[in-house]
Structure formats: C-alpha cells, structure tokens
C-alpha cells in the first residue's frame, strides 16, 4: 500500500473504548505494509483521543501522521501541523476514582514505531503541532479527584512518542510544544 501525497485538514476525535489498544492518526491509525510507503502526507487537522468518566484498561498511540507503524518500507517528508493529543476528563463528581491500566504514547508524527525503518525529513511544525497528554477536572465539589495512576507508562515524543526495534530518525524536526499537563 502506498500512501503518498496525502493531506487531511479536518480534526479527528476517538472516544477511548476499552478495548486492548486505541490507535489514533492524521493519515493513518495502525500502518502495517511491509513493503509499503508513507511519503509527502501531510496533517494540518487536530487529532485527539479522549476518554471522558470512563474506567479503561486500554494502551493509546497517537500520532499526527500515524500511531502505530509496524512494517513499512519508505517513510519520508511527512509533516504534522496540528496539536496531537490524549486527553482524559472527569466531569462527574460521582466519578472520583479513574484507573488507567493501559499505557499512553504519543508522538507529533507516529505514535508507536516498531519496525526496522528510516523516518526521514519529517517536521512537527510550530506551536500548532503540539504534543500532549493532560488529565483535567471539572468537579467543584467537596469530593477529591484522584488520578490511579497505574498506568504503566506515558510517552511524549515530538517526532516518535515510542521506537522499538532498530528503526533511524534522521533530518526531522520538531517545533512543537512536548508537555504532559494535569489539571
């Protein structure tokens, strides 16, 4: 599969299910073509995974042009433009406890990259590129908000949130914001 010269401009928001794993991109969720090119795609449309008064046990991987590239041949020139984010609300007083078991990951261009691949000459362009993941409440009341924080990891990467396998990034740039934000 070839993805190439590709754009999208409009936001994209996923409710987080609780499922084993929640894959969110600008271009692409989940890329997994071995022989296969991302190449020229561009992202300008905000992409967000929220999960909102919901107990999940679920891992996340966003990215701005995919979140999770798992076999790929060719990737290069891709460009996020757009804030990329996880964010979990809590606006229910009667929900003060939220467990997340599951991890988080992510990135201004992929998310997770687990394949031996070059991404090459990729940007995360500006503040409006942003990466984030942020946890906020709305609940006024006398009730304590607590955050169960079992969640086995959070990874924040401007141009990967996560790499594991022998993969090379190489001539990118990252000009977005990189926070983790609790509220």
């Given amino acids: 599969v070839v993805l190439d010269n590709c754009a999208n401009s409009g936001e994209i928001k996923m409710a987080r299910a609780a499922i084993e794993a929640n894959w969110v991109g600008g271009i692409v969720a989940n890329y997994a073509g071995a022989d296969g090119v991302i190449r020229d795609c561009d992202n300008a449309g905000e992409v967000c995974l929220f999960d909102e ?3 999940t046990a679920s891992s996340v991987m966003i990215g701005g042009v995919a979140g999770v590239v798992s076999a790929c041949r060719t990737f290069e020139r891709n460009t996020n433009k757009a804030l990329v984010r996880n ?3 809590n606006t229910n007083s009667t929900n003060t406890n939220k467990e997340y078991t599951g991890g988080v ?5 992929i998310g997770l990259l687990s394949c031996d691949l070059t991404v090459d000459n990729c940007s995360t362009l500006w503040t409006s590129g942003d990466v984030r993941d942020d946890f906020s ?14 969640t086995s990891y959070i990874k924040l990467g401007g141009i990967a949130g996560q790499v594991t ?3 090379k990034i190489q001539n990118c740039i990252n000009a977005g914001l990189v926070q983790k934000i609790a509220k």
Avoid: F
Wanted: glycine share 8%; net charge neutral.
């Fill in 137 to 150: 409440s709305s609940v006024t009341d006398d009730k304590q908000i607590t955050t169960s924080n079992t």
């Fill in 87 to 89: 964010h979990n609300i």
């Fill in 105 to 109: 990951i992510v990135g201004g261009i």
């Fill in 53 to 55: 008064n919901a107990k």
């Fill in 165 to 167: 396998a022998a993969a």
